[in-house]
Nanobody, 122 residues
Framework: QVQLEESGGGSVQPGGSLRLSCTAS????????MGWFRQTPGKEREFVAS????????RTADSVKGRFTISREGTKNTMYLQMNNLKPEDTAVYYC???????????????WGQGTQVTVSS
């Protein structure tokens, strides 16, 4: 079973930056496609970005394109989300996800972290 742990959330003013990290551990934690999703109360979980198992291909939601960058340490078990020029509408709980095959945009990944809160407010 794969465990995912996020870190790096917090509070920041509009225009600020944060970097989220996600570390995978446990049996079968290498070679996974990974992604970030976010969720606010009363709304469905929203795709933010994803990256293939080898880091060769990424996808980013239009709402964060040009501001957020997803990356990983090759096939290693750590993934990052660099978030720049943050806006109040980016406030959400951010979840790390991993999948044995696909780095898709649907929230049907095999494994999920517990989430980390990001709050953007002046």
């Amino acid at each position: 079973q794969v465990q995912l742990e996020e870190s790096g959330g917090g509070s920041v003013q509009p225009g600020g930056s944060l970097r989220l990290s996600c570390t995978a551990s446990g049996r079968g934690y290498t070679g996974l496609a990974m992604g970030w999703f976010r969720q606010t109360p009363g709304k469905e979980r929203e795709f933010v970005a994803s990256i293939t198992w080898d880091g060769g291909s990424t996808r980013t939601a239009d709402s964060v394109k040009g501001r957020f960058t997803i990356s990983r340490e090759g096939t290693k078990n750590t993934m990052y989300l660099q978030m720049n020029n943050l806006k109040p509408e980016d406030t959400a709980v951010y979840y790390c996800a991993a999948d044995r095959i696909h780095a898709g945009t649907n929230a049907d990944y095999d494994f999920w972290g517990q989430g980390t809160q990001v709050t953007v407010s002046s």
